[in-house]
């Protein structure tokens, strides 16, 4: 598993490491063919908190953001957002028998 929490100028954010891993790594659970995610986000300065997310998917990068007033709100949202993409490349690339 290779989730990665990326800082941009704030330190000691313990919890939101926590819950991005532990909200993160269902996803290499879930879906085998995802190589990492990359979390990405806006220091605590800003009023609206980004998040923005890099999953690695075998051949493929995909982005995603979303924007909240909280980090952990933000990283809900991406996630969503992240698991559109990532069904959608299931669905291409994964397509079952018939």
Do not use: P
């Not at 790594?25 to 995802?34: A, P, Q, R, T």
């Not at 990359?38 to 979303?66: C, P, W, Y």
């Amino acid at each position: 598993m290779d989730i990665k929490v990326e800082r941009d100028s704030i330190g000691g954010q313990n919890y939101f490491e926590k819950y991005a891993v532990d909200h993160l790594k269902d996803y290499f659970d879930n879906y085998n063919f995802v190589e990492s995610i990359k979390v990405f986000f806006r220091g605590k300065k800003h009023n609206t908190k980004k998040i923005k997310l890099q999953a690695r998917l075998k051949g493929k990068d995909v982005f995603v953001e979303a924007s909240a007033v909280r980090h952990d709100l933000a990283l809900d949202l991406a996630s969503k957002k992240l698991k559109t993409q990532v069904e959608k490349y299931k669905t291409k690339h994964y397509k079952k028998a018939s």
